[in-house]
Each structure stands twice: as C-alpha cells, then as structure tokens.
C-alpha cells in the first residue's frame, strides 16, 4: 500500500534560521514525490517534485528537498526562514495504478510557524 | 488563464439536503480529482476521472457521487448531506504520466468549504 507520513503536526523556527520539514514514504516501485504549500483558506500550491535524477530538488520560494531512497525520506529545507513561510505544508507521493493513473497519496500536513 | 476554479466557496447545508459542487478546469487536463480536507487526516480521495465520462471510486466515496460529462468539468453531488461531510472539499487535475513521460503534479483549486447542520 502507498502511503506517506508527516511526524510532525508543527514546527516552529526563528526568522533567519533554516528549517526542516519531514516526510517518508511508501510505495511499491519507483516513487515521484511532490510538496505542496496551503496558506489559510487557499488551495494547495505546488512547490517542487522528485523524478529521477539528482537527489536535491529546488523549487518555488527558495525550497529545496533531498530524496534519500535507502531512508525513503523527502525532506523538505529551506536555508534560511522567512515569516511568509508560515503556512500547512503537504507532502504527496504519486503512483501509478493499472488505468496508468497518477494517483496522488498525501500526508497529513505540518503546520510551519516562524516567528520574527 | 483561470486554472482549476470551484464553485461555490461557502456553503451551509441542512441534513438530509442535496448539493452540487461544481469543478472548471481550463488547462485541458485528462484527469480531474475531488478531494476532501479535514484537520489531522490530509487530503482524502473521494472520486477521480481518467477522462471524459469516466469515474472511479477513491479512498472515501460513501455519500457521493460525480459526473464528468465534459472533459473540463467535473462535479461532485451529495445526495442527502450529513454533518460527517462538514469540511473543505478541493479539486485538482493533471496531465497522465503517459503524456509527458514523467511524474506531473496537481494543480488545485480554491476549495469549498462546506457546513453541514
């Protein structure tokens, strides 16, 4: 079964300082591995993607992410905080099922708070 | 260019009423999603759609039903609301993975924030 995980419900992090985000996956073959960005009462927006290739995915708003297929992990970064990053962050994990559907499996959202 | 655009955002139901939330799209996706957000639980698939008048089950179909009669709408009905179905309801769609080759993602819409009483 497909599945992702968010250990953490919240993190807070200083203006200034670089941030962590977590997730883990399960899937059955090759994962593609998505975050998204949900600011109050918007939709998801999309920040970065894993495919293949390099294990450090950039994105949207100076995001990064590391793919680490031996810990399954796709931890979310970000150097340096700024407190428009506060927002629910969502991690997705694609697959595909016999129709060749991208079926889209999501965590549970971690709530990032930074503070000036 | 609109993207994935719901309608209504608001809406308070009574028990027992029937609804329709109601999905545009107008990147020419294939595939259409609904979605429902609740505190603690992710997002959860309710129906998708591979294609114009096709539909299938998600994680949590009970108490809905959809219909995809063009390729860029998609709606989602409740036929006699319960306060279970109080919470916000998202839309997306995106390309196949077979058209590009490789993984897309999602694109959302706004959402629709739904209140049964």
């Known amino acids: 079964a497909q599945s992702v995980a968010q250990p953490e419900d919240q993190v807070n992090v200083a203006e200034g300082n670089p941030l962590t985000v977590k997730c883990t996956y399960s899937?059955?073959?090759?994962?593609?591995l998505f975050w998204y960005v949900q600011y109050p009462n918007r939709g998801l927006q999309f920040l970065l993607k894993?495919?293949?290739?390099?294990?450090l995915v950039k994105g949207s708003y100076g995001f990064e992410a590391e793919f680490n297929k031996s810990q399954t992990s796709f931890h979310l970064k970000k150097p340096s905080a700024l407190v428009s990053d506060s927002a629910l962050y969502f991690c997705?994990?694609?697959?595909?099922?016999?129709?060749?559907?991208?079926?889209?499996?999501f965590g549970s959202g971690t709530k990032l708070n930074v503070k000036p | 260019n609109a993207g994935v655009t719901q309608t209504p955002k608001f809406r308070v139901l009574k028990t027992g009423q029937s609804m329709t939330l109601l999905c545009a799209q107008d990147?020419?996706?294939?595939?259409m999603y609904w979605y429902r957000q609740d505190p603690g639980m992710g997002l959860r698939l309710i129906h998708y759609?591979?294609?114009?008048?096709?539909?299938a089950k998600g994680e949590v179909p009970d108490g809905y039903n959809v219909s995809r009669l063009k390729k860029q709408n998609f709606l989602l009905g409740l036929e006699s609301a319960a306060p279970s179905q109080t919470s916000v309801y998202f839309c997306?769609?995106?390309?196949?993975?077979?058209?590009?080759?490789?993984?897309?993602?999602?694109?959302f819409g706004q959402g629709t924030r739904l209140t049964v009483v």
């Open positions: 997306a769609s995106s390309y196949p993975t077979r058209m590009t080759g490789v993984g897309t993602e999602a694109f």
């Open positions: 899937v059955s073959g090759n994962p593609y």
């Open positions: 894993y495919i293949t290739g390099d294990n």
């Open positions: 997705a994990v694609s697959s595909r099922s016999r129709y060749n559907f991208n079926k889209f499996y």
């Open positions: 990147m020419n996706h294939e595939y």
């Open positions: 759609s591979v294609g114009e008048g096709t539909t």
